[in-house]
């Protein structure tokens, strides 16, 4: 019997991500990957999987998967209703399924992505060594659809949780350090703007990067009206465009830019700000480098 499942329903997104592609910048490409790379791992973990298999991750739920075969599934992230064949049962927690048993992820009360991790990984082809979905450049596997059918890699692992936590509970207001560099010299005073602002997340905010709403970074003097040649950026990057609203780089984001990045928002918080949702309110703080 062929290991896979097969995709009754996506919800508004729902995506192959593993641990990324990185070190393709010089080809343009971006790094890609799970947004929420902790729950990503713990997801796999829970299941028996290499921490770096390939699992969905899903926007806002609604994914609804049929077992074309025995498995073991696990979902993590933010707390969220799971069901097989429309009994419930734990998030957090590696769940078994039989053949043409029905999965259903729910919508999380409070953040933004739940990640799905299957037993063996999702096995679509690799693409520059990572099976990740990259919405910028479209490498990778499509957006998932209804119909789909996502084959399974041989287990590697046994199913355990040993080391189960309780769903993160997504902040709607969060404070994040900012690295400052390396063109916070175009800024006046940028730790004092910084420490006087809070923004809001943007509607518009997507894998490329979180956009802010706020009080706009005021530019020095000297640089109002500048140009910046196109330069590489980083993930985590605070890129500040003419209108002065932030906007830092996720996953999915170019591999040059050329407006002025003001800082740099450190790895351990990003999965934190992938998880806001629409409005929730962002501080950003200097740190020294």
Do not use: K
Not at 240 to 257: C, E, K, M, N, Q
């Amino acid at each position: 019997m062929t290991r896979a499942v097969t995709v009754v329903a996506t919800g508004p997104l729902a995506l192959v991500e593993d641990l990324g592609r990185p070190g393709h910048a010089h080809l343009g490409v971006p790094p890609a990957g799970a947004l929420d790379i902790p729950a990503l791992r713990l997801a796999n973990r829970l299941v028996g999987n290499p921490e770096s298999a390939a699992g969905l991750e899903c926007l806002l739920g609604g994914l609804v998967l049929r077992a074309e075969t025995s498995c073991t599934i696990a979902v993590t992230g933010p707390s969220v209703p799971v069901t097989v064949d429309d009994h419930v049962v734990d998030s957090h927690a590696p769940v078994h399924l039989g053949p043409n048993q029905e999965f259903r992820l729910g919508t999380p009360a409070t953040g933004l992505r739940c990640y799905v991790a299957v037993s063996g990984g999702i096995d679509v082809p690799a693409h520059l060594g990572s099976r990740s979905t990259d919405l910028l450049s479209g490498i990778g596997p499509a957006p998932l659809r209804a119909g789909d059918v996502l084959p399974l890699g041989t287990p590697e692992g046994l199913p355990g949780g040993a080391d189960a936590i309780p769903p993160s509970r997504p902040a709607d207001d969060l404070t994040v350090p900012v690295t400052l560099g390396p063109r916070d010299d175009w800024f006046t005073d940028p730790a004092a703007q910084l420490a006087a602002t809070t923004w809001s997340v943007s509607p518009e905010s997507n894998r490329v990067g979180l956009r802010l709403l706020g009080d706009p970074l005021r530019r020095a003097p000297e640089r109002d009206g500048a140009e910046l040649v196109s330069e590489g950026v980083l993930t985590g990057a605070v890129q500040v465009p003419p209108s002065g609203r932030p906007v830092i780089f996720l996953a999915d984001h170019p591999t040059t830019g050329g407006y002025p990045a003001l800082g740099l928002v450190p790895a351990a918080h990003l999965a934190a700000l992938a998880q806001l949702r629409p409005g929730a309110r962002v501080r950003l703080r200097a740190r020294e480098s």
